[in-house]
């Protein structure tokens, strides 16, 4: 496959919409024919990435919006997860495993670090006051076999 395909979703600041971002996600990738593994790394990032837009860059407030886009070309995806909301103020410290700028919603703080081990490529680009970005790319690896 060497067409670009692309898609933009957008979903209000709510939790319950995570599930929805998962599931849009993983059907637009699966047109790579992604192993089982692979898809849910993809579910699996997209949750995370979603989740800080909200708790974190929202405050759980339900009028934010959330943006992801994704991308194909030839054999890699990529995915942008982005919002308007606070920023991160110090973003070296928010990507240190374990931080979490909420303990008090018992968060793992692992966010960041997951999405860097189940990702080819993560980049976040974030201003106080003013939102964050999450770019993401991924290699998929085709199962396809050739029979003969």
């Known amino acids: 496959m060497s067409e670009t395909n692309?898609?933009?979703l957008q979903f209000a600041s709510r939790s319950v919409n995570e599930s929805f971002a998962r599931v849009a996600v993983a059907a637009f990738a699966s047109q790579l024919d992604p192993t089982l593994d692979e898809l849910t790394d993809i579910k699996t990032v997209i949750s995370e990435a979603v989740t800080n837009a909200i708790i974190h860059g929202y405050n759980e407030d339900p009028s934010g919006v959330v943006t992801?886009?994704?991308?194909?070309?030839?054999?890699m995806l990529y995915l942008t997860v982005e919002d308007e909301g606070g920023g991160i103020e110090d973003l070296e410290l928010a990507r240190t495993p374990l931080y979490t700028s909420k303990p008090e919603l018992e968060r793992s703080g692992m966010g960041f670090t997951i999405m860097e081990n189940f990702m080819d490529r993560v980049e976040v680009f974030s201003e106080?006051?003013?939102?964050?970005?999450?770019?993401?790319?991924?290699?998929?690896?085709?199962?396809?076999?050739?029979?003969n």
């Open 6 to 8: 692309f898609m933009t």
């Open 68 to 75: 992801i886009r994704g991308r194909i070309e030839g054999d």
């Open 128 to 147: 106080p006051g003013k939102g964050t970005k999450v770019e993401m790319a991924k290699r998929i690896e085709s199962k396809k076999v050739m029979y």
